[in-house]
Nanobody
Framework: QVQLVESGGGLVQAGGSLRLSCVAS????????MAWFRQAPGKEREIVAG????????YYADSVKGRFSISKNNTENTVYLQMNSLKPEDTGVYYC??????????????WGQGTQVTVSS
């Protein structure tokens, strides 16, 4: 079992930045592809960004390309999401996911509890 705990969310003005962290415990995430998903009010959960287990490749949704950056530190058992140039439409609950299917962009079995990101205009 992998337990995931997200942090770093908050309220920020449009154009600002936030850095989300996802700390894993219970098992090393060294061999897991990892991802961040988000869910806005009234919408389905969607993929934001993913990273291969080795960190050798990344995936980004078109809506965040050039603004967000995902990284994975296997030593710290942590995944990060650096979010720059935030927009109001980035508002939502951000979830960390372990076991992400990199090719299909479908989520894996392990989820964190989520962290709220609110971007004001």
């Amino acid at each position: 079992q992998v337990q995931l705990v997200e942090s770093g969310g908050g309220l920020v003005q449009a154009g600002g930045s936030l850095r989300l962290s996802c700390v894993a415990s219970g098992r090393t995430i060294r061999t897991y592809d990892m991802a961040w998903f988000r869910q806005a009010p009234g919408k389905e959960r969607e993929i934001v960004a993913g990273v291969r287990w080795s960190g050798s490749a990344t995936y980004y949704a078109d809506s965040v390309k050039g603004r967000f950056s995902i990284s994975k530190n296997n030593t710290e058992n942590t995944v990060y999401l650096q979010m720059n140039s935030l927009k109001p439409e980035d508002t939502g609950v951000y979830y960390c996911n372990a076991g992400f299917r990199f090719v299909s962009t479908r989520p894996g079995n392990y989820w964190g509890q989520g962290t709220q990101v609110t971007v004001s205009s």
